[in-house]
T-cell receptor, first 114, second 106 residues
Framework: DAGITQSPRHKVTETGTPVTLRCHQT?????MYWYRQDPGHGLRLIHY???????DKGEVSDGYSVSRSKTEDFLLTLESATSSQTSVYFC?????????????FGSGTRLTVV | KNEVEQSPQNLTAQEGEFITINCSYS?????LHWLQQHPGGGIVSLFM???GKKKHGRLIATINIQEKHSSLHITASHPRDSAVYIC????????FGTGTSLTVIP
């Protein structure tokens, strides 16, 4: 979807190095989310943001931090990457929470930690 | 514990067959979503529904709130329908199923 882009699309990094993934939206949606997708698991929420500088943890937040200094950008940082963080990461945006709001997903970032 | 269970996990069908994917959930919800993910691709929203039935082309989604169950049907399946189909439910947060991998053989 053109309204949300993730970068990079693919990245290979070494254990112990910091990594930042970027999610950029042009929809002016309030809510932004970072998920990871692993075989055998549904999408799992890492962190989410409900406004500029307003963020909160999801169910798998250990080892990750986020920042949102502008409405359009939501950054996910792995301070010191580990092999267990090898995954596909998806960003999503939404106008609001609750049943009347849908999600738009980015195309994903495939991260490999070696 | 999984709040959302999908069945089957994997499904192979011949082109033209009628396909059903099931989703059961255990939490109170305000809406249920069906998502599609092509291999190596992003995730696309197919349906969002809170009651009854919705139809889009060859895709039909139904939900029974009392039974906490939803089905996604594909009529006249085609190889381009090959993808992972994910059920997700939401109230104030999303719960995702692990997906059903569909392969349609020509």
């Amino acid at each position: 979807d053109a309204g949300i882009t993730q970068s990079p699309r693919h990245k290979v990094t070494e254990t112990g190095t910091p990594v930042t993934l970027r999610c950029h939206q042009t929809e002016n949606h309030r809510y932004m989310y970072w998920y990871r997708q692993d075989p055998g698991h549904g999408l799992r929420l890492i962190h989410y943001s409900y406004g500029v500088k307003d963020t909160d943890k999801g169910e798998v937040s250990d080892g990750y931090s986020v920042s949102r200094s502008k409405t359009e950008d939501f950054l996910l940082t792995l301070e010191s990457a580990t092999s267990s963080q090898t995954s596909v990461y998806f960003c999503a945006i939404s106008e609001g929470t609750g049943g009347s709001y849908g999600y738009t997903f980015g195309s994903g970032t495939r991260l490999t930690v070696v | 514990k999984n709040e959302v269970e999908q069945s089957p996990q994997n499904l192979t069908a011949q082109e033209g067959e009628f396909i059903t994917i099931n989703c059961s959930y255990s939490v109170g919800i305000s809406a249920l979503h069906w998502l599609q993910q092509h291999p190596g691709g992003g995730i696309v929203s197919l349906f969002m529904l809170s009651s009854g039935k919705k139809k889009h082309g060859r895709l039909i989604a139904t939900i029974n709130i009392q039974e906490k169950h939803s089905s996604l049907h594909i009529t006249a399946s085609h190889p381009r329908d090959s993808a992972v189909y994910i059920c997700a439910v939401t109230d104030n947060q999303f719960y995702f199923g692990t997906g059903t991998s569909l392969t349609v053989i020509p």
